[in-house]
C-alpha cells in the first residue's frame, strides 16, 4: 500500500447507458488513479449523472463496467460513499441521527471519535441536535459530507454537491473539501459543470462532449495544494479553463487558444 | 387552534405551528387569550342573557347555565353511555385504522392494483356507513358488533386514503440514499418510506376518528339500549332538553379531545413538515 499503486482506483471502461432509444452514455473510459482528486465536467445532459450513479453501484450500465480496485461494480459497494446534488437529509431527523443513518442501515457501531473529528472539521460542533430545515444550505451539504465520510470510505462520489449554493458558500466548501482531501487522501470523483471548482479541486479533469456523452479529452491539473488565489488566477489556470471551455462549447474557440499558444 | 380548526384535512402543518404558537408568553399572545376568554364570555353569557330575556321555553332551547348543570346532576346516570361509546370507537376505530394503515402501505407498492380497488375505496370513502347499520343489526342483533363494525368501516377508509397519499410521497433521492448503504426493502419502508408518510397518516387517523365518533353515536341512534347517542334519542323522546344538550356538549367534548390529542402527535412526531 506504501508504493504508489499501478492499478487504477476507479477504471470506467467503454461504460454505456441506453433508455430504450435514447443513448445517454456512449464508451466512456477513463482511470482514476487512487488517493486522487477527478473532476467530470460537461454540459447539461452530457452523462455525468448517470455515469456517477453507476460508480456508486446504483444504477446498472447496460454497456460496458466500471471496476473497483480492478473488480467490477455491480452493486452498492460499502467502500463508495456517495453525496447527492442536495444535502439529501432526512428532515424527521437532527444532524446527528442523520449522520448515524448509514451505521443503522448496517448495523454497525459507529466510530463516535471519527465523526466528532469530521463534525469539527466541517464546523458542525454543536448543531449535533438541531434538525436539517434549522440549517442553511451549505450546512446542510457539510452535514451530508460527513455522514458520507463517517464510515471510512475509500472514493467518495460527489455529484454536482454545491451547485444549489451561492457562490461565496460555494467556495468555502471547495477549500473544505480540499482540506479533507489532504487529511484523508481519499479518492475523490466530483461532477460539476463550474469549471472553475474541477480546476481547483482536481489531479485530473475528464471533459464529457453532449449527447450522447463520450471522453472529449482529459487534462491534468498539475498545481501544488493548498492551491492558492494566486495560482488560481495565473496564466497556467487562466489557459486551462480556456482549452476546456474551447472543448465544451465548440471548436471555434478551441483553434484560437491554439493560435494563440 | 381556533383559526385551523376547520380544515381538519388540509395541512397539519400549518394547523401544529398555529398552535404551537400558544404560551409562547410574548405580549401578542396574551392579548390574544385574552380576546379569546372575553369572545367566550360574551358569547356564552350573552347565550344565556338572551335566552332569559325572551323567556325562551326550556324545551326549545335551555339555558348554557341549565345545560352544565343538567351535565353535572345527571353525569353518574350518563357515565356508563359514555363508557359504551368509548368501547365502540375505540375498537371499531383501532380495527378500522389499522386495516387502513396496512392496506395503504400494501397497495401503493403495487401502483397498477391500486388504480383498479381505487374506485372501491372511494365508495367506501364516500358512502355513509350508518346506512348500513340497520342491516348489520339485522345480522348481529343490538350488541356491540354492528356499531364497532359499522365505526372500522367509517374509519378505516378515511386512514387509508390518507396514509396512501403519504405512502405515495416517494422521494427517490432519499431512497437512493438509503439504497446506496444496501438497505433492504424492510429498512427502505421503516426508516425512509414510513416516516415521510407519517405526517399524512396522523391527518388520517384524526379525520378516521372523528368519522368514527360521528358513526358510533350515529349507530347508537339506530337501535339498541345503550350509548350517548341512545341518550340523545331518549332525552328528546322525553323532552329533556337541558340533558339533552348536556350530551351534545359531551359529543363535542370528545370531537374536540380527539383533534388536540392528534395535534399534539403531530407535533411531537411530523413537525419536521411544518
Redesign the interface.
Known amino acids: 500500500m506504501g508504493e504508489y499503486a499501478a492499478q487504477a482506483k476507479l477504471a470506467v471502461r467503454n461504460a454505456g447507458m441506453r433508455y430504450g432509444d435514447r443513448v445517454a452514455l456512449e464508451n466512456c473510459s477513463f482511470d482514476v488513479a487512487p488517493n486522487t482528486i477527478v473532476s467530470i465536467v460537461g454540459p447539461s445532459g452530457c452523462g455525468k449523472t448517470t455515469l456517477l ?1 453507476a460508480m ?3 444504477h446498472n450500465l447496460t454497456d460496458g463496467q466500471i471496476l473497483l480496485d480492478g473488480k467490477p461494480i455491480t ?2 459497494h ?1 467502500d ?1 460513499g ?1 453525496v ?3 444535502a ?1 437529509l ?3 431527523r437532527n444532524l446527528m441521527d442523520n449522520i448515524l ?2 451505521f ?3 448495523g454497525q457501531t459507529p466510530d463516535r471519535d471519527w465523526i466528532e473529528h469530521l463534525m469539527e472539521r466541517v464546523q458542525l460542533t454543536g448543531f449535533e441536535r438541531n ?1 436539517p ?1 434549522e440549517l442553511s444550505g451549505g450546512m446542510q451539504q457539510r452535514a451530508a459530507i460527513v455522514r458520507a465520510l463517517s464510515l471510512r470510505p475509500s472514493v467518495l462520489l460527489m455529484d454536482e454537491p454545491f451547485g444549489a449554493l451561492d457562490a461565496f458558500t460555494r467556495d468555502e466548501m471547495n477549500k473544505l473539501v480540499e482540506e479533507i482531501w489532504m487529511e484523508t487522501h481519499t479518492t475523490i470523483v466530483f461532477i460539476t459543470h463550474s469549471i472553475e471548482e474541477a480546476l481547483f479541486l482536481s489531479d485530473r479533469v475528464v471533459v464529457l462532449s453532449p449527447r450522447p456523452g463520450r471522453v472529449q479529452s482529459e487534462y491534468e491539473i498539475p498545481f501544488e495544494r493548498p492551491r492558492t488565489m494566486e495560482i488560481m488566477a495565473g496564466k497556467e489556470a487562466y489557459d486551462l479553463t480556456y482549452r476546456i471551455k474551447g472543448d465544451i462549447y465548440g471548436h471555434q474557440a478551441k483553434k484560437l487558444a491554439e493560435a494563440k499558444g | 387552534m381556533s383559526e385551523d380548526g376547520g380544515v381538519v384535512g388540509s395541512d397539519v402543518g400549518k394547523g401544529f405551528q398555529s398552535l404551537s404558537s400558544f404560551g409562547t408568553g410574548g405580549l401578542r399572545t396574551r392579548l390574544e387569550i385574552l380576546a379569546i376568554i372575553a369572545t367566550a364570555v360574551i358569547v356564552i353569557g350573552g347565550m344565556e342573557l338572551a335566552l332569559r330575556i325572551f323567556e325562551v321555553p326550556l324545551y326549545i332551547l335551555p339555558p348554557p347555565s341549565a345545560i352544565v348543570s343538567a351535565l353535572i346532576t345527571d353525569f353518574p346516570l350518563i357515565l356508563p353511555h359514555l363508557g359504551h361509546t368509548l368501547v365502540v370507537l375505540f375498537s371499531g376505530f383501532a380495527i378500522g385504522a389499522g386495516v387502513g394503515m396496512v392496506l395503504a402501505a400494501v397497495i401503493t407498492q403495487f401502483p397498477f392494483a391500486e388504480k383498479i380497488i381505487a374506485p372501491y375505496v372511494l365508495i367506501l370513502v364516500t358512502t355513509p356507513m350508518l346506512a348500513l347499520v340497520p342491516l348489520l343489526i339485522l345480522r348481529f342483533g343490538f350488541g356491540y358488533e354492528p356499531r364497532i363494525i359499522a365505526v372500522a368501516l367509517a374509519s378505516g377508509p378515511m386512514v387509508m386514503i390518507n396514509s396512501a397519499t403519504g405512502f405515495r410521497r416517494v422521494d427517490s433521492q432519499k431512497i437512493a440514499l438509503a439504497r446506496s448503504y444496501g438497505a433492504s426493502t424492510l429498512q427502505i419502508f421503516w426508516k425512509v418510506r414510513a416516516p415521510m408518510a407519517l405526517p399524512m397518516i396522523l391527518v388520517g387517523l384524526m379525520i378516521g376518528a372523528i368519522f368514527g365518533l360521528l358513526t358510533a353515536v350515529g349507530a347508537e341512534m339506530v337501535g339498541g339500549g345503550f350509548g350517548l347517542g341512545n341518550r340523545l334519542t331518549t332525552y328528546s323522546s322525553m323532552i329533556q332538553m337541558p340533558q339533552f344538550f348536556g350530551v351534545v356538549l359531551l359529543l363535542s367534548t370528545l370531537g374536540i379531545l380527539i383533534y388536540v390529542i392528534f395535534f399534539f402527535i403531530g407535533k411531537k412526531w411530523a413537525s419536521w413538515e411544518a
Request: net charge neutral.
Open positions: 450513479w456508486s453501484g446504483l452493486g452498492p460499502p463508495i456517495l447527492f446534488q442536495d439529501n432526512l428532515p424527521w443513518f448509514p443503522e442501515i448496517k434538525f430545515r
